[in-house]
């Protein structure tokens, strides 16, 4: 199915662990982003890319970092989690200036 | 960046009532979308409108870009509505409103 995937759904880390959450999109799109979302609030942008080899920051970028070494894939990586990471992560990717679609989303707790 | 603000912030419904959710956004943009997310967490696509009106079954909305906001009408208000209801403005990144948590009772 063409779409937005991110892998894996649900995860649990202990503080100061690293890991990577996969996002993988098959739809061409040149924008991609990381959004997450905590406890009653809307999203929050974390890191964008508008193509290939260019990243760049957003609202709430510190702990994590990106990169895009294809259209297809974002990957969002945390160096050294913290409990305050605990959200809900989305990714989303978009033509330039289109409708955005999004991921089923990765539910993260750090302990 | 762009602020965004929806109105009201909760809604409780009557299933069968119709409701109209409130989006301000605070400069030109080149996009609006709105989206639900369902008690599961999933966002879908609402509608992607930067300007004018669409219909989706029982679900419209309207963009008056020159007045910076976005209306979205529920018709006919079913349970399976319930959820929070997101706009989101897009200049060259997209910005999230709050929400609106929509209650939808038998």
């Known amino acids: 199915n063409a779409g937005v995937t991110q892998t894996p759904k649900f995860q649990v880390l202990k503080t100061g662990q690293s890991m990577t959450l996969q996002c993988a999109q098959d739809?061409?799109?040149?924008?991609m982003s990381w959004y997450r979302q905590d406890p009653g609030m809307g999203l929050r942008l974390i890191h964008y890319?508008?193509?290939?080899?260019?990243?760049d920051q957003g609202e709430v970028p510190n702990g994590y970092n990106v990169s895009r070494s294809t259209t297809e894939d974002f990957p969002l990586r945390l160096l050294s989690a913290a409990p305050s990471q605990t959200s809900v992560y989305f990714c989303?990717?978009?033509?330039?200036?289109?409708?955005?679609?999004f991921g089923s989303g990765t539910r993260l707790t750090v302990v | 960046g762009i602020q965004v603000e929806q109105s009201p912030p909760d809604l409780i419904l009557q299933e069968g009532a119709n409701s109209t959710l409130r989006c301000n956004f605070s400069?030109?943009?080149?996009?609006l979308q709105w989206f639900h997310q369902n008690p599961w967490g999933q966002l879908i696509n609402l509608f992607y409108?930067?300007?004018g009106t669409k219909q989706n079954g029982r679900l419209s909305a309207t963009t008056v870009a020159t007045e910076r906001y976005s209306l979205l009408y529920i018709s006919s208000s079913q349970t399976t509505d319930s959820g929070v209801y997101f706009c989101?403005?897009?200049?060259?990144?997209?910005?999230f409103g709050a929400g609106t948590t929509v209650t939808v009772r038998a």
């Open positions: 989303a990717s978009s033509y330039a200036g289109g409708g955005y679609t």
């Open positions: 739809m061409n799109h040149e924008y």
């Open positions: 890319s508008v193509g290939a080899g260019i990243t």
């Open positions: 400069d030109s943009v080149n996009n």
């Open positions: 409108i930067p300007s």
């Open positions: 989101a403005a897009y200049d060259y990144k997209l910005s």
